[in-house]
């Protein structure tokens, strides 16, 4: 099963597909509103205005997994997101990463890109997963990872 072979519901309600985003970058990030790594999406959002036109999306899951750090709904995520930070990037809606209901997205992206020592587990907000223009799972990064520090890795696959 490949990573255009997924859908997730929008913040709006719709379901999108990513083969929707097929022949683009892709950083897909779960994403948290009150969490010490949320300012990422000022970064996020300034490396989304800095390379879309060449070819980069980025794809923000909100979740709720970690120190409940996600407990609005759709509507008060979306109006959070756009308020703070101008993100005008595609946003999901809530999901679980880890566990019995992650996100079928999710059980793919840790397969695919494990981290430290192998762990398949999210271990927080703002992990970040590189997906390039095939589809492939390149690299995931730690959520101490800022967006402005793996700028390179992304433009060196557009």
């Given at each position: 099963?490949?990573?255009?072979?997924?859908?997730?519901?929008?913040?709006?309600?719709?379901?999108?597909?990513?083969?929707?985003?097929?022949?683009?970058?892709?950083?897909?990030?779960?994403?948290?509103?009150?969490?010490?790594?949320?300012?990422?999406?000022?970064?996020?959002?300034?490396?989304?205005?800095?390379?879309?036109?060449?070819?980069?999306?980025?794809?923000?899951?909100?979740?709720?997994?970690?120190?409940?750090?996600?407990?609005?709904?759709?509507?008060?995520?979306?109006?959070?997101?756009?308020?703070?930070?101008?993100?005008?990037?595609?946003?999901?809606?809530?999901?679980?990463?880890?566990?019995?209901?992650?996100?079928?997205?999710?059980?793919?992206?840790?397969?695919?890109?494990?981290?430290?020592?192998?762990?398949?587990?999210?271990?927080?907000?703002?992990?970040?997963?590189?997906?390039?223009?095939?589809?492939?799972?390149?690299?995931?990064?730690?959520?101490?990872?800022k967006p402005e520090?793996?700028?390179?890795?992304?433009?060196?696959?557009?």
């Amino acid at each position: 099963m490949g990573i255009y072979e997924f859908s997730a519901t929008t913040l709006s309600g719709d379901e999108k597909s990513l083969a929707e985003f097929k022949g683009k970058v892709m950083l897909i990030v779960n994403t948290a509103s009150k969490c010490g790594f949320t300012p990422q999406f000022e970064g996020l959002e300034g490396l989304y205005d800095d390379l879309k036109d060449k070819g980069l999306e980025i794809l923000g899951f909100p979740c709720n997994q970690f120190g409940k750090q996600e407990p609005g709904g759709a509507e008060e995520i979306g109006a959070f997101c756009q308020k703070n930070y101008g993100v005008s990037f595609t946003m999901f809606d809530k999901i679980d990463v880890n566990g019995d209901n992650a996100h079928p997205l999710y059980n793919f992206l840790k397969k695919e890109a494990p981290g430290l020592l192998g762990s398949k587990g999210i271990k927080w907000n703002f992990t970040k997963f590189l997906v390039n223009k095939d589809g492939k799972v390149v690299k995931r990064y730690a959520p101490t990872d800022k967006p402005e520090s793996i700028k390179k890795d992304i433009e060196a696959l557009l």
